[in-house]
T-cell receptor, first 110, second 113 residues
Framework: EDQVTQSPEALRLQEGESSSLNCSYT??????LFWYRQDPGKGPEFLFT???AGEEKEKERLKATLTKKESFLHITAPKPEDSATYLC???????????FGTGTRLKVLA | EAQVTQNPRYLITVTGKKLTVTCSQN?????MSWYRQDPGLGLRQIYY???????DKGDVPEGYKVSRKEKRNFPLILESPSPNQTSLYFC????????????FGQGTRLTVV
C-alpha cells in the first residue's frame, strides 16, 4: 500500500538553528514528490517538486533532497516567518490520486 | 491573478440538509480535486477530476458527490451531511494532473450539527 510518513510531528527551533524535516514514502514508480507549506487557516502553498533520487532544489533558506526512500527538507538559519506546517505528497501508483503526509509543524522562536 | 476560489469560507449546517461548496479556478487547469483536512489525519483526497465529465474517487469519497460540467468549476455536494463530515475542506487545481504542483483554495470550514 502506498504510504507517506512525516517526522517529526512538531519541531521548535531557535532563530538561526538549522534542522531537517523528513518525509518517508513507499510508492511503486515514484512520479514526483511534492513539498508544500501551510500557514494556519490557509491552503497549502507549493514549494518544490523532486522527481528522481539525488535531485536537490533550493529556495531561500529551504533545500529539498530526495533518495529512493525518503525526502528531506533542510532549513538553514530559520527565521520566525518560516513557522508553518510543512507537508509532503506523492501521486499514488497507477492512479491520479495524491496522498499527503500528516505534516511537520515548525515553530521558529525569535 | 491566478487563483482557486472556494465558497463559502465558513458554513454551519444541520444534519441531513443538502449543501454545495463551490470551487472555481481561472488557470485553465485540467485537474481539480477536493480534500478534507482533519487533525492528526492530514489532507485526504475525496474526489478528483482529470477533465470535464471525468471524475474519480479519492481515498474518502463516502457521503460526497462531485460534478465537472465546465473546466473551471468543480463543486462538492453533500447530499445528507452528517457530523462526521465536519472538517476543513480544500479545493485544488493543477495542469497535467500528477506532474505539476497544485494550487489550493482558501478552504471551507464546515460544521455539521
Amino acid at each position: 500500500e502506498d504510504q507517506v510518513t512525516q517526522s517529526p510531528e512538531a519541531l521548535r527551533l531557535q532563530e538561526g538553528e538549522s534542522s531537517s524535516l523528513n518525509c518517508s514514502y513507499t510508492v511503486s514508480g515514484l512520479r514526483g514528490l511534492f513539498w508544500y507549506r501551510q500557514d494556519p487557516g490557509k491552503g497549502p502553498e507549493f514549494l518544490f517538486t523532486l522527481y528522481s533520487a539525488g535531485e536537490e532544489k533550493e529556495k531561500e533558506r529551504l533545500k529539498a533532497t530526495l533518495t529512493k526512500k525518503e525526502s528531506f527538507l533542510h532549513i538553514t538559519a530559520p527565521k520566525p516567518e518560516d513557522s508553518a506546517t510543512y507537508l509532503c505528497a506523492v501521486p499514488t501508483s497507477g492512479t491520479y490520486k495524491y496522498i499527503f503526509g500528516t505534516g511537520t509543524r515548525l515553530k521558529v522562536l525569535a | 491573478e491566478a487563483q482557486v476560489t472556494q465558497n463559502p469560507r465558513y458554513l454551519i449546517t444541520v444534519t441531513g440538509k443538502k449543501l454545495t461548496v463551490t470551487c472555481s479556478q481561472n488557470m485553465n487547469h485540467e485537474y481539480m480535486s477536493w480534500y478534507r483536512q482533519d487533525p492528526g489525519l492530514g489532507l485526504r483526497q475525496i474526489y478528483y477530476s482529470m477533465n470535464v465529465e471525468v471524475t474519480d474517487k479519492g481515498d474518502v469519497p463516502e457521503g460526497y458527490k462531485v460534478s465537472r460540467k465546465e473546466k473551471r468549476n468543480f463543486p462538492l455536494i453533500l447530499e445528507s451531511p452528517s457530523p462526521n463530515q465536519t472538517s476543513l475542506y480544500f479545493c485544488a487545481s493543477s495542469s497535467r494532473g500528477r506532474d505539476t504542483e497544485a494550487f489550493f483554495g482558501q478552504g471551507t470550514r464546515l460544521t455539521v450539527v
